[in-house]
């Protein structure tokens, strides 16, 4: 979980490089992201990296279900009174309920645009490449249907926001890292990131739903 | 009858080591075709049952507790003595012995004190090759510690947290031989019976406490390595399970009882508080060095204060009365437990208690703050500083010397000691008596072994501090393997023990009986735990810090018509077959109410006061506890016959060739 | 002051278990929790009921028999105390009180309030030991200088009392804490160097035997932990373990 968990921190940064690009709507703006797009569906190394981190996705999802369906049998009966608030914090025991919800996002977020580039209806810009910079501000330009997707894409960058809460500190502990010295850093860290990063992403759709008019 | 004790030939320093170059053996072949019980696995248990079984034996284990982690030698909190000599500050083997002797007011033996103080540096190089992680200097070499009644810097300690340290030392080595099956482990398991073949300890009955199967178990040798019986007084520091069951059912099957009176009682424990209380917990006996102990001088403040209409801290100085240092100028406060409890008794009985059951003195700090504040001043360069500034610094020293105990005692009473004095008051803390051995710890019943606690063997009348753990693990890792094999050499032809044998048969319908008898008495509705501490009301105020041969007298008959009561009407709820504490309870409180008569005969017996037996006829004119050593200096060794009343007192002089006798004086 | 219970009954372990409600009257604010479940025993024996079965031993704190799931939180509400040394006075008037077992499928239920805590002894003999004979002709104990902040370290570690709490605790009901604490002990001290890689990997192999959960850093073991027992340890064997399985010829 955690080579695979800090994998998919590290493609988070990579990824949201990426959009902040789509925060500039010009024709220019949306010409240079679809040559980024084209840059990514088709270097060959960049190619190599992407199926590492389908593979990641993969089993980060598989493996945590497979670990959090163990932890449920380890214990067959329930406490009746049960206060865990008051030794651990909701994010650390959710990790299986917000990677789900993160899991879903990735499937929807995938189908509306991996999916489009490489096999779907999509037009081409006047450079000629593929016009994914349109297809994602019609997304979340197109009336009600865009204003649900841009919420479920806030919620979800919320729930990515609680799972690194946890994460990022606690892939740095599985690795054996717990430091006087350096842990207290890494926690901080942790947290500047989580809050931060998923933030940036939130603003990218509703920055496009707002530029609407 | 003549006990022998069998004490090797020759002089004190080479007894042990001529015993062990002649001792039998048994081969390594041998050894796999003999079993050996081993009852109890606290230090001195795990340590013998981890040792034989390494040493080849097939070992069964026994504890009552769901692991054997849990004995109580895990509570120990000071240290462990031993003679390394690692502070230069002229330690030797001689000075542990001696001071071992001293200490227990010269009613031990002298070759199993020198044994003991032989060993005792093995021990330490065990422990740490162990991984048991005793305290350090910054060079990296064990720290030491000082201890009471003693002139040197012998004492090896984790924190305050030795006995647990040394224990789970013990276990690991006792859990590697379990892994390799040569010991096997019986966890909720209580002894019940010892079984006797032949005039020969052959096996015990032992009970499943989770489904309460009675269970026959055949051996070659039954080591009771199962502590002290502490618990006879209802409340005292010892464990709510530690019971002399075991050690009891061993005297009655032909195991002679030795110096049964010998109780030590440990004068700085947290007060009772109520009749709900169930056990008493030690503050370290460290907290001496600094606090001072004070009741009122006049007793209608102690009256006040025992309303609650009067604070300690408002009483002025000069109506406090700080008895020790009265009365024993040179000492002070740092008089031996045994004076200090009797002292605090003395106080309380007057009238001048100071909580609500008027059994507690105060044990205060203020003092020690503000030396210490004044000190602390000093080395920050605080030119006259006010009294608010003294009592913040010197509050932090005692805070880093002691803060744990403080916590903990603030956490039992919600009282904070740093403001208000301490309130203490003496309570059981360790029994000296046990189970006769000889030196190779046989009882006096062949192939019956008894280590630690179980046994009397090496504290005289009194232990002092830190040898409790010394001794235990001297027993079973140094002593134990080798003087086993002793009677074992003759065994190796004697095959598997039959588990059908008659013998076996009727201890086994004895143990049923016994319980059968429990579930079905009249059952009045009075609990165990009634009973329980009735006997330990008794014990304690006739046989406890200051005995009298009138209330001891009493104390026999009224112990008398409580066993009778007992078997009469106690109520004992639940069935045999299931996991049953109560049952538990009830079986281990019939044997305390006969050997807590059978420590008030001792009592009446042995008509001197030493160590901790203080008989009131017997005190000099200052008060002090006077020995007779024409008459007593001897072990009151006591034969079973039938009931408890009956028993028989064999004795076997203690023979002094290598220390002068002499009285302890304090003042 | 008077209370409501709510306690775990259960004949055995293979039977069903459900709360009983039991009222409680007159207890005081000074007896220790483990003193008002005698008190409520001896009602109970008294009105010809069955008590209540809970372990407990030493009640000092140390010994790690006495355990209770109270009010939600193993040991109860107070901080860094077992349940033999947390007090009523901790409790007001009128207050309801659940108490139930710890519970893991790798500590059954034995009856009541008690439980199996046997795995924790098969873990430790899985190699929570040095491997040296009690002969006593071993080197001499200060032979070999330990840093005092090694065995500071290992003595802090060391300080386990096995009581579970940290499983009771777990969401995972995990027993991390409890095999991370003897790894890290034995393996700060040279004495215990020796064999540590073997160590690592049998005791989290038996650890997985027994049907603990898996770690996911949720961290609520340290926090109940009586003793304090902190969450590097854990850190430090999962350190060991990937070291000793990558090093394994196995």
């Keep these: 979980m955690s080579i695979t968990g800090l994998f998919l921190i590290s493609f988070l940064i990579v990824h949201l490089l990426g959009n902040l690009q789509l925060l500039d709507l010009s024709v220019e703006g949306q010409e240079k992201f679809n040559v980024y797009a084209k840059f990514m569906t088709t270097f060959p190394l960049i190619k190599i990296v992407s199926y590492v981190l389908y593979f990641s996705i993969l089993f980060h999802a598989i493996d945590g279900i497979a670990l959090a369906r163990q932890n449920r049998a380890a214990r067959p009966e329930r406490y009746k009174s049960w206060k865990p608030n008051t030794n651990s914090i909701w994010a650390s025991r959710n990790m299986g309920l917000l990677g789900v919800i993160i899991l879903a996002f990735i499937i929807m977020h995938m189908s509306q645009f991996w999916y489009t580039m490489h096999w779907g209806p999509i037009g081409t810009d006047a450079q000629g490449n593929k016009d994914l910079a349109s297809v994602v501000i019609t997304t979340y330009q197109d009336g009600t249907a865009g204003m649900i997707f841009v919420l479920l894409y806030v919620i979800s960058m919320a729930a990515i926001a609680f799972h690194l809460w946890h994460g990022f500190a606690s892939a740095f502990q599985t690795f054996g890292l717990n430091h006087k010295r350096y842990t207290p850093f890494i926690k901080k860290l942790g947290y500047g990131f989580s809050v931060v990063v998923p933030l940036l992403y939130a603003i990218i759709p509703v920055y496009i739903l707002m530029a609407k008019n | ?667 | 002051m008077d209370l409501k219970l709510k306690i775990w009954r259960q004949a055995n372990q293979n039977s069903k278990g459900e709360l009983k409600d039991y009222n409680i009257k007159n207890v005081s604010a000074d007896s220790s929790f483990l003193e008002m479940m005698d008190q409520l025993n001896e009602e109970l024996i008294e009105k010809g009921e069955d008590p209540v079965v809970f372990d407990h031993d030493c009640r000092e704190g140390i010994c790690g028999m006495c355990s209770l799931h109270i009010n939600g939180e193993p040991h109860g509400p107070e901080n860094a105390t077992t349940t033999c040394q947390l007090h009523m006075r901790k409790f007001k008037d009128g207050d309801t009180i659940f108490i139930e077992p710890w519970r893991a499928r790798a500590f059954p239920v034995v009856k009541d309030l008690s439980v199996d805590r046997g795995a924790f002894d098969r873990i430790i003999q899985s190699g929570g030991y040095v491997s040296v004979n009690t002969s006593g002709n071993t080197l001499d104990a200060n032979a070999l200088p330990v840093p005092k902040a090694d065995a500071d370290e290992a003595f802090n570690a060391a300080t386990c009392i096995g009581c579970g709490a940290c499983v009771a605790a777990c969401p995972n009901a995990s027993a991390m804490l409890f095999v991370s604490a003897k790894v890290s002990q034995l393996s700060l001290l040279p004495q215990g160097k020796v064999e540590a890689k073997d160590r690592v990997l049998n005791m989290v192999n038996q650890m997985d035997l027994e049907g603990f959960g898996n770690c996911s850093n949720v961290g609520a073991c340290a926090e109940e932990c009586p003793k304090e027992i902190s969450l590097e340890n854990i850190a430090r064997m999962n350190r060991e373990y990937l070291g000793a399985s990558l090093a394994s010829s196995k």
């Design chain 2, 1 to 667: 009858m003549i006990l022998d004790s069998k004490i090797p030939e020759g002089p004190l320093e080479r007894k042990w080591q001529n015993h062990k170059a002649n001792i039998r053996l048994v081969n390594p072949a041998n050894k796999r075709n003999i079993d050996v019980i081993v009852v109890g696995t606290g230090l001195a248990g795990a340590s013998a049952a981890a040792s034989l079984g390494e040493m080849g034996y097939n070992v069964k284990a026994f504890c009552f507790q769901d692991s054997p982690r849990r004995a109580h030698s895990i509570a120990a909190q000071g240290g462990i003595n031993a003679a390394k000599n690692y502070q230069n500050d002229g330690d030797s083997v001689y000075r542990l012995f001696y001071d071992t002797i001293k200490g227990g007011d010269y009613r031990s033996r002298e070759a199993n004190v020198y044994r003991l103080a032989e060993v005792s540096a093995n021990i330490i190089d065990q422990a740490v090759a162990q991984g048991v992680p005793f305290a350090r200097e910054y060079g990296g070499n064990l720290d030491n510690r000082s201890f009471g009644g003693v002139q040197v810097s012998r004492t090896f300690y984790a924190k305050g947290q030795t006995g647990q340290q040394l224990l789970l030392g013990a276990y690991s080595a006792l859990s590697r031989q379990i892994a390799k099956g040569k010991v096997k482990m019986y966890n909720r398991h209580e002894m019940l019976d010892i079984v006797m073949v032949d005039d020969k300890a052959r096996g015990i009955i032992a009970r499943n406490l989770v489904t309460g199967e009675i269970q026959r178990h055949g051996a070659h040798a039954v080591v009771l390595a199962s502590g002290g019986y502490g618990n006879v007084f209802f409340l005292s520091t010892n464990a709510m399970g530690s019971n002399g069951s075991a050690a009891w059912k061993a005297h009655k099957k032909g195991a002679h009882f030795a110096n049964p009176c010998f109780t030590q009682i440990h004068p700085t424990c947290i007060p009772v508080s109520g009749d709900h209380q169930s056990k008493l917990t030690l503050m370290s006996e460290s907290l001496r060095n600094d606090g001072r102990i004070w009741v009122p001088k006049d007793r209608k403040d102690a009256e006040a204060i025992r309303a609650g209409k009067l604070k300690p801290t408002d009483l002025p100085e000069e109506k406090r009365d700080y008895y020790l240092e009265r009365r024993y100028p040179s000492f002070g406060n740092l008089v031996p437990r045994d004076v200090a409890s009797r002292a605090a008794k003395e106080r309380c009985d007057e009238g001048y208690g100071v909580n609500a059951t008027g059994e507690a003195v105060y044990l205060d700090f203020a003092d020690a703050i503000m030396r210490y504040g004044r000190t602390e001043a000093n080395v920050q360069g605080i030119d006259n500083p006010s009294e608010e500034k003294i009592k913040e610094l010197g509050t932090k020293v005692v805070e880093a010397k002691y803060g744990n105990l403080f916590a903990m005692y603030e956490k039992i009473v919600d009282d904070n000691p740093y403001q208000t004095p301490m309130m203490i008051y003496p309570a059981v803390h360790y029994t000296m008596g046990g189970i006769w051995v000889d030196y190779n710890l046989m009882t006096s019943v062949p192939g019956l072994f008894a280590l630690g606690e179980a046994n009397f063997s090496d504290h005289g009348a009194n232990r002092l501090g830190a040898s409790a753990l010394m001794q235990g693990l001297a027993d079973g890792y140094f002593v134990i393997p080798y003087t086993i094999g002793e009677y074992l050499a003759d065994e190796i032809r004697t095959g598997e023990i039959d588990t059908n044998h008659e013998a076996f048969e009727a201890s086994e319908k004895e143990v049923r009986e016994t319980i059968d008898k429990l579930l079905n008495t009249e059952g009045n509705g009075k609990s165990v735990d009634y009973y329980h501490k009735q006997l330990g009301r008794i014990m304690w105020d006739k046989c406890g810090m200051a005995r009298n041969a009138q209330g001891l007298q009493e104390a026999i008959k009224d112990i008398e018509a409580l066993r009778k009561e007992f078997w009469q009407n106690v109520r004992v709820p639940g069935g045999a077959n299931e996991m049953n504490p109560e049952l538990d309870k009830a079986m281990r409180v019939a044997d305390f109410m006969e050997l807590g008569q059978l420590m008030c005969m001792d009592a009446l017996e042995r008509e001197e006061s030493c160590g901790g037996h203080f008989r009131e006829e017997f005190q000099t004119e200052e008060g002090e506890a006077l020995r007779r050593d024409e008459e007593f200096a001897f072990v009151s060794a006591w034969k079973y016959n039938g009931d408890p009343g009956k028993a028989e007192l064999i004795k076997e002089d203690l023979v002094f060739e290598n220390v002068e006798l002499k009285t302890r004086s304090y003042k």
